[in-house]
T-cell receptor
Framework: AQSVSQHNHHVILSEAASLELGCNYS??????LFWYVQYPGQHLQLLLK??????LVKGIKGFEAEFIKSKFSFNLRKPSVQWSDTAEYFC????????????FGSGTRLLVRP | DTGVSQNPRHKITKRGQNVTFRCDPI?????LYWYRQTLGQGPEFLTY????????KSRLLSDRFSAERPKGSFSTLEIQRTEQGDSAMYLC?????????????FGEGSWLTVV
């Protein structure tokens, strides 16, 4: 069965530190890849997505992610975090089938200390 | 902002009661999804509609759960004879159809607490 693994469940950083959140998926076919963010009390919002083309994708708020097909990975990065980045981050994968439903990882809670 | 709208936002119900949640997707989005999210977990897929047709159901969707999208617009998710294990946030999402997939937009969710 298809699955998504996020290895870091909780991350605590100080402002201006660099961030990298790991995401690996298990599916051998063609996939679309996503990172969603959930700020406290808010709904899931799309940070960035990869469908095809340049494996380094840039999203909102200075986030980027790199798709490494050989490693089945789609890690999220930000060079310098801010207190406002405190949130839960979800990696998700969808297969190229009729529903394109998302399969989510378990999420990473990020706390940024001011 | 005409995003995905869900109601009620919060529902507390006694075990054994039935509950129904409503989702209004973004206008003209053909695809509609229901997910369930519990604390500390990512959203889990429940079911998918393409217009009014329910095309996929997860094994998580027991026979106490039923979802409809009668006219291909809004959708309802009903849980019959609720159990404490049904306590979760129920998320609705929608996307336009099209080859290759599209961004899926989520609503704010409906919190269910079964006491």
């Amino acid at each position: 069965a298809q699955s998504v693994s996020q290895h870091n469940h909780h991350v605590i950083l100080s402002e201006a530190a660099s961030l990298e959140l790991g995401c690996n998926y298990s599916y051998g076919g063609t996939v679309n890849l996503f990172w969603y963010v959930q700020y406290p009390g808010q709904h899931l919002q799309l940070l960035l997505k990869y469908f095809s083309g340049d494996p380094l994708v840039k999203g909102i708020k200075g986030f980027e992610a790199e798709f490494i097909k050989s490693k089945f990975s789609f890690n999220l990065r930000k060079p310098s975090v801010q207190w406002s980045d405190t949130a839960e981050y979800f990696c998700a994968v969808s297969r190229m089938d009729s529903s394109y439903k998302l399969i989510f990882g378990s999420g990473t809670r990020l706390l940024v200390r001011p | 902002d005409t995003g995905v709208s869900q109601n009620p936002r919060h529902k507390i119900t006694k075990r054994g009661q039935n509950v129904t949640f409503r989702c209004d997707p973004i206008s003209e989005h053909n695809r509609l999804y229901w997910y369930r999210q519990t604390l500390g977990q990512g959203p889990e897929f429940l079911t998918y509609f393409q217009n009014e047709a329910q095309l996929e159901k997860s094994r998580l969707l027991s026979d106490r759960f039923s979802a409809e999208r009668p006219k291909g617009s809004f959708s309802t998710l009903e849980i019959q004879r609720t159990e404490q294990g049904d306590s979760a946030m129920y998320l609705c999402a929608s996307s336009p159809s099209g080859q290759g997939g599209n961004t899926i937009y989520f609503g704010e969710g409906s919190w269910l607490t079964v006491v």
